[in-house]
């Protein structure tokens, strides 16, 4: 499902804030093994599924771990300790986390690390650059997000697409399908397939990714809604790929109302199209002179008329290209 939506690379939840980890750790025993229905490490096959598929493997970390005893943290409200006061029990925590960190890194040796949950502490106490070094060592191509207190690779805004493209040269918005990030039954409140693609679209003409959450039932199986939508998006991401896959950030909104985006060699501008496309698609201010436009996915080709440019002054008029 997550090949046939188009994605080219995956993250999972390896451990979250409640300190739960998917493969059998040797830190702890707070593990899928020892402590839960399935009764068996969680992550391998998934991680092996992804490689096997030619996807870019990722893994998610939080950096607390609330179950932990030797964490200053029980809950978000709940303290423990400052690790001013018990730095032996803090050094404690450290070598604990920083040991999943390691054995995550030499069991699966993923192609991205996706930390959270770094705001509870400095980046002196978490030892970032320690961390950092320690991770780009056993992979010197590996990524790091940014929330590593800011000593990542890329950005990563969550849930609200940007208005205005983030300042980082690199980021990803992190979107939920509903408006939970795990399994609600109750939850109902479905963006549609072409709302998303909406989004998606708006990312890529800002020069980003889209990170898709899915979130499973207990049993591991995707609830039906969810299906239809990864479905529906990856019809539409085959379709389009050379509109997606390779290119850059696009022209600004102030040339086109609707995200674009550039190929790599900046000679073919891709528009996309938002609502009704039965009309006609204006651009504005654009000098380039244009060979061909046409439709990816069937090829059809459009024709286009310039208006409103005059010989005496540099401003290139209005491009209308006939959609229909």
Same mark, same amino acid.
């Given at each position: 499902?997550?090949?046939?939506?188009?994605?080219?690379?995956?993250?999972?939840?390896?451990?979250?804030?409640?300190?739960?980890?998917?493969?059998?750790?040797?830190?702890?025993?707070?593990?899928?093994?020892?402590?839960?229905?399935? =009764?068996?490490?969680?992550?391998?096959?998934?991680?092996?599924?992804?490689?096997?598929?030619?996807?870019?493997?990722?893994?998610?970390?939080?950096?607390?771990?609330?179950?932990?005893?030797?964490?200053?943290?029980?809950?978000?409200?709940?303290?423990?300790?400052? *690790?001013?006061?018990?730095?032996?029990?803090?050094?404690?925590?450290?070598?604990?986390?920083? =040991?999943?960190?390691?054995?995550?890194?030499?069991?699966?040796?993923?192609?991205?690390?996706?930390?959270?949950?770094?705001?509870?502490?400095?980046?002196?106490?978490?030892?970032?650059?320690?961390?950092?070094?320690?991770?780009?060592?056993?992979?010197?191509?590996?990524?790091?997000?940014?929330?590593?207190?800011?000593?990542?690779?890329?950005?990563? *805004?969550?849930?609200?697409?940007?208005?205005?493209?983030?300042?980082?040269?690199?980021?990803?918005?992190?979107?939920?399908?509903?408006?939970?990030?795990?399994?609600?039954?109750?939850?109902?409140?479905?963006?549609? *397939?072409?709302?998303?693609?909406?989004?998606?679209?708006?990312?890529?003409?800002?020069?980003?990714? @889209?990170?898709?959450?899915?979130?499973?039932?207990?049993?591991?199986?995707?609830?039906?809604?969810?299906?239809?939508? @990864?479905?529906?998006?990856?019809?539409?991401?085959?379709?389009?790929?050379?509109?997606?896959? =390779?290119?850059?950030?696009?022209? *600004?909104?102030?040339?086109?109302?609707?995200?674009?985006?550039?190929? $790599?060699?900046?000679?073919? @501008?891709?528009?996309?199209?938002?609502?009704?496309?039965?009309? $006609?698609?204006?651009?504005?201010?654009?000098?380039?002179?244009?060979?061909?436009?046409?439709?990816?996915?069937?090829?059809?080709?459009?024709?286009?008329?310039?208006?409103?440019?005059?010989?005496?002054?540099?401003?290139?008029?209005?491009?209308?290209?006939?959609?229909?």
């Amino acid at each position: 499902m997550i090949e046939t939506c188009g994605a080219k690379y995956a993250v999972i939840t390896s451990k979250h804030h409640d300190g739960f980890a998917l493969w059998n750790t040797g830190y702890g025993n707070l593990n899928a093994v020892e402590h839960s229905s399935a =009764g068996r490490d969680l992550l391998t096959p998934f991680v092996d599924g992804l490689r096997n598929r030619g996807l870019k493997v990722g893994l998610y970390f939080s950096l607390p771990d609330w179950s932990y005893g030797d964490y200053t943290h029980h809950t978000k409200t709940i303290t423990r300790y400052k *690790p001013d006061r018990e730095p032996d029990r803090w050094e404690k925590y450290l070598d604990y986390y920083q =040991g999943q960190l390691m054995e995550l890194s030499e069991k699966y040796d993923p192609d991205l690390w996706w930390f959270d949950g770094d705001w509870e502490h400095s980046g002196e106490e978490w030892q970032v650059d320690k961390v950092r070094s320690m991770l780009i060592k056993k992979n010197p191509g590996v990524i790091l997000n940014s929330r590593l207190r800011g000593k990542g690779d890329y950005e990563t *805004p969550e849930q609200g697409p940007p208005v205005v493209r983030p300042a980082a040269k690199y980021w990803e918005l992190c979107l939920t399908m509903n408006d939970s990030w795990g399994y609600q039954a109750n939850d109902n409140h479905y963006k549609t *397939p072409q709302q998303i693609i909406d989004i998606f679209t708006d990312c890529i003409s800002k020069g980003g990714n @889209l990170l898709l959450d899915i979130g499973p039932k207990a049993d591991g199986t995707i609830p039906e809604e969810q299906v239809g939508i @990864l479905k529906e998006l990856g019809t539409w991401t085959g379709k389009h790929k050379d509109a997606i896959y =390779g290119t850059e950030r696009g022209i *600004p909104y102030d040339h086109f109302y609707g995200p674009t985006a550039l190929s $790599q060699d900046s000679t073919i @501008l891709y528009l996309f199209v938002i609502g009704d496309s039965n009309g $006609q698609v204006t651009l504005k201010g654009i000098s380039n002179k244009i060979n061909r436009i046409w439709v990816i996915g069937n090829g059809t080709k459009l024709n286009h008329k310039v208006m409103s440019k005059v010989f005496w002054n540099k401003y290139p008029g209005l491009t209308y290209i006939e959609s229909n």
